[in-house]
T-cell receptor, first 110, second 116 residues
């Protein structure tokens, strides 16, 4: 069975600072991994995905994530936070449907 | 929003009443899913469909049933609503023209259901 653990339910960063959201997965098969973002009262929007190939994946809004098989991790980063990055972020691994982590809420301080 | 419409967007219902939520897609994706979102739990899969009249249970299926009589519509029914089913429900689709189930999923805007 596939599962995801997101470390930290809340992350607070200053505007312009690094954003780092941690995700570890377990999977019995080569994983397909995803990061989604959810703004208040909206659905989920795909930020980026890893299927095969290059382990450093670039997504929308300046986010990127690196797949590390040896660490079973898929951490999400953004070099410089913007106020508009305040949202909830979900890591997911592909199974039938998607298995989601519990989510990390990001707040950005001015 | 990848052509996904959920209805209703908000509903308040009484304990013990039946409730049906509808998901409609215009993208011809093969796979459709119902999730519920609750604080601290992320999104959890209720049921999914891999084709017309082909459905299966997810991890939190108790108290829910689904039907898919057409490619574009996936219905979620709470036969007798309980307060524990107060949640935000999301429909998702995946597969696309290539019918690959392991592509990313696209989500609807959600239905906020309150059972009083």
């Amino acid at each position: 069975a596939q599962s995801v653990t997101q470390l930290g339910s809340h992350v607070s960063v200053s505007e312009g600072a690094l954003v780092l959201l941690r995700c570890n997965y377990s999977s019995s098969v080569p994983p397909y991994l995803f990061w989604y973002v959810q703004y208040p009262n909206q659905g989920l929007q795909l930020l980026l995905k890893y299927t095969t190939g290059a382990t450093l994946v670039k997504g929308i809004n300046g986010f990127e994530a690196e797949f590390k098989k040896s660490e079973t991790s898929f951490h999400l980063t953004k070099p410089s936070a913007h106020m508009s990055d305040a949202a909830e972020y979900f890591c997911a691994v592909r199974s039938m449907g998607l298995s989601f982590g519990a989510g990390t809420t990001v707040t950005v301080r001015a | 929003d990848a052509g996904i419409t959920q209805s209703p967007r908000h509903k308040v219902t009484e304990t013990g009443t039946p409730v049906t939520l509808r998901c409609h897609q215009t993208e011809n994706h093969r796979y459709m899913y119902w999730y519920r979102q609750d604080p601290g739990h992320g999104l959890r899969l209720i049921h999914y469909s891999y084709g017309v009249k082909d459905t299966d249970k997810g991890e939190v299926s108790d108290g829910y049933s689904v039907s898919r009589s057409k490619t574009e519509d996936f219905l979620l029914t709470l036969e007798s609503a309980t307060s524990s089913q107060t949640s935000v429900y999301f429909c998702a689709i995946s597969g696309g023209p290539a019918r690959n189930p392991y592509t990313e999923a696209f989500f609807g805007q959600g239905t906020r259901l309150t059972v009083v």
